[in-house]
């Protein structure tokens, strides 16, 4: 399956290589190792991959007594993978390396050294733990790596033009038209109910079978427990309190999430190192409150004003209706064929946040409950700046509406307060492009090109 980093490493590689690292930072199982491996068999002589999840004690001593000796260090790394290593044409890939600090440590001394490229993979970068006996190399280039994205997921289902036909009607503000809106939604449902993680997504595009897709997505649920008890140090049962009840908040009409729920009389300072650990992981994506919708978003943000969305909203179905350990064949039909009425906004929202998160976008929202003005009372699902900031016109607000059926209060109100500040206003829905009244109505698969 294609993903869009591969780019990335290649941009990298041609720009970047011999003077930085690179640092793939993902959840698990979001393909990290797949990519890079990949990306090492195709562009390079020769590679040898380090995973630190089961590398013996061997060749991790090799960090600690030759690093002041790298002809040697590279000798017996050559030898103990029995690969040959070519100058400049041979890549060193450390996967996994969060689990052993001193070779991420090491890429200062590699990298300056300069016969070799380098890339890391890991997860759970910058907690404490990971960090607090290294200096984090500034040779180091940090990217992002997320679920796949619908593009992806349509590449994968070989459908390789359709997006090029959406990103042309979204450039354009021209409805898709009938036929091919309905095929977009039918693909998107599909990317909804499956998601992004790349095993699910091989599984569906091999068998079909929801049910098998199902309990690839419960292992990986699974999985994210174990690392919770294994790393969360110290405040595990905290990060798995919130993570159980994500769908519950999600769930209500207001998604702020309550840290009361959790505990009687619990406070958030108590659970904010839980909330960030999940953050790290990549696990889930916080979107906060800016009290002030102008250009600097992060400036006005109330930290302890957020909401919590699953990374991956495949993973978040599974999450969500686990009663029989299992997502029935049913509830997946009523999601496919949109007949599905209870949760149905909670899922859309979810994905709309998975979607801008991997588009880049920093997640943010409004909210004002104020009791004095209704004038003043406004929730709005997600804020974004454009990209070019100017003097005015930086914000747009957007609504996100999993029905056909729904009014646009809170929104009108913000354009009519804040009109100075408002860029373009959008609603995501299930409906095709529109442009009413100085809104822009866009499909939920637009999403990726705001």
Known sequence: ?????????????????????????????VGKSYIVEKFAREAYKSYI?????????????????????????????????????????????????????????????????GRYDYVETGSLMSIKKNVSDIVIPSEERHVKMYPMDFEEFLWAMGNETLMDFIKNCFVNQKPMGQVMHRKAMDYFRQYLIVGGMPQAVQEYMETRDFDR???????????????????????????????????????????????SSLK?????????????????????????????????????????TLKCYMGDTGLL?????????IV???????????????????????????????????????????????????????????????????ISPIEVKSGKNYTLTSLKKFMAKYGEQTYVPYVLHTGDLKVEEEIVYLPLYMTPLL
């Open 328 to 394: 029935s064949e049913e509830i997946y039909r009523k999601l496919l064929f949109d007949k599905l009425e209870v949760n149905k906004g909670m899922i859309v929202e979810n994905i709309v946040a998975q979607m801008l998160a991997a588009s880049g976008h920093r997640l943010y929202f409004y909210s004002n409950s104020s009791r004095s003005d209704a004038e003043e009372r406004m929730e709005i699902d997600f804020l974004i700046a454009k990209s070019k900031i100017s003097s005015r016109h930086n």
């Open 264 to 304: 009687k009389e619990a406070r958030f300072r108590e659970y904010e190192e839980a909330l960030l650990w999940l953050d790290d992981a990549m696990i889930v994506n916080i979107c906060y409150n800016s009290t002030a919708p102008s250009v600097g978003l992060r400036l006005n943000m109330d930290r302890m």
């Open 49 to 113: 991959l380090i995973d630190f999840n089961r590398v013996s004690d061997q060749v991790k001593e090799l960090f600690f007594h030759y690093l002041e000796d790298l002809d040697t260090l590279f000798l017996y790394l050559s030898s103990y993978y029995n690969v040959k290593l070519y100058k400049r044409e041979s890549l060193i890939i450390f996967d996994e390396v969060q689990l052993f600090p001193r070779a991420r440590a090491a890429i200062k001394y590699l990298v300056a050294d």
């Open 1 to 29: 399956m294609e993903r869009k980093i591969y780019e990335v490493l290649t941009g990298w590689k041609r720009d970047g290589a011999g003077k930085t690292a690179l640092l793939i930072d993902g959840a698990r199982r």
């Open 213 to 259: 897709v199902d309990r690839i997505k419960r292992d990986i649920l699974t999985l994210y427990r174990a690392d919770i008890v294994k790393h969360a140090g110290g405040y595990e049962m905290k990060v798995e309190s919130i993570f159980d009840e994500i769908p519950a908040q999600l769930q209500k009409h207001e998604k702020k999430f309550r840290i």
């Open 317 to 325: 179905i599974s999450h969500a209706f686990d009663e029989n350990g």
